[in-house]
């Protein structure tokens, strides 16, 4: 007696043998539930049925739900570690078909790492939010059906779910793009930089924890550039972007960083180095720290 089937596409022996393995359990009972193949198409399907032992109504509906559990634990798994990868790039290839293979390769990279991260912004989208919420919507299916068509299940019962896959496919397109135009912006400060004379042969930048700086010359005097300084009595931007606008200003040849919290300052730090490439130090320590 056929109990259940389902319609898979791609290699079927792995779920097959985890099928056979949960079914070993009613063996002991009496019930033997062989595991049949039918070729239609492209898709496999595989067929639960009981093939000895009497079924009552109350075996029958016991055995059932047994393997209705046991075929939406190994499908919601399949899920989540194989279709998910797949659903994910038919996203990126469907919506940013005009991206590069590496600008698509880069966005479906970032896309997994924040599935399978515990990013704040996606916490509702965990990957046990996300089995449980597959799990419950195929034991929901098969209450009333038979048959499962894996495919079919994806596109038509699991609209939300692949929703919120696209969402997070649009984070990451937006964390690339923000990357993309970060790196322009740092080509451009850095061809200013590399067009024009240094003016001075080395500055000390004195920064803290809150952000702010000084800008110290060789001797240890405050470097008081007077096109910079007009520009910071009129400007609104924060102290980072005004440090480097005065560094490119003053344009030195070296650039030596102290900092009373490096790793906080890092982001800043990784900047300045980017745009005076080959020209920036970070001391480790010195008297100009210790006075600070």
């Not at 089937?5 to 009496?30: M, N, P, W, Y």
């Not at 790793?263 to 080959?278: D, H, L, P, R, Y």
């Amino acid at each position: 007696m056929k109990l259940l089937s389902v319609g898979l596409t791609g290699t079927t022996d792995d779920i097959r043998a985890r099928l056979q393995q949960d079914c070993i359990s009613l063996k002991q009972e009496g019930f033997r539930v062989a595991i049949d193949e039918i070729n239609k198409g492209n898709y496999t399907f595989l067929g639960c049925n009981v093939i000895e032992g009497e079924l009552s109504f109350r075996n029958y509906e016991r055995i059932k739900n047994l393997l209705k559990t046991y075929v939406a634990k190994i499908l919601a798994e399949l899920i989540i570690l194989r279709e998910e990868k797949k659903i994910v790039k038919k996203i990126i290839e469907h919506n940013y078909y005009y991206f590069s293979a590496d600008e698509q390769n880069i966005v479906y990279d970032n896309t997994l790492k924040n599935l399978n991260s515990n990013n704040e912004v996606f916490s509702d989208f965990g990957r046990t939010t996300r089995h449980n919420t597959i799990l419950t919507k195929i034991v929901d299916y098969l209450d009333n059906h038979h048959e499962l068509v894996l495919d079919g299940f994806i596109n038509f019962r699991l609209k939300e779910y692949r929703e919120r896959l696209v969402e997070i496919v649009d984070s990451a397109v937006d964390d690339l793009m923000m990357d993309l135009e970060y790196k322009e912006f740092i080509r451009v400060l850095r061809y200013f930089v590399d067009i024009q004379e240094p003016q001075v042969e080395e500055v000390h930048v004195l920064l803290n924890d809150n952000g702010n700086f000084r800008i110290l010359d060789i001797e240890g005097k405050a470097i008081n550039n007077q096109q910079f300084v007009d520009f910071l009595n009129e400007s609104e931007i924060n102290p980072e972007d005004l440090l480097i606008t005065a560094l490119i200003t003053i344009s030195p040849y070296n650039i030596m960083i102290h900092s009373t919290n490096p790793s906080a300052a890092q982001n800043v730090i990784e900047t300045i180095k980017s745009i005076f490439e080959g020209r920036v130090a970070v001391c480790e320590g010195c008297p100009i720290c210790r006075k600070k």
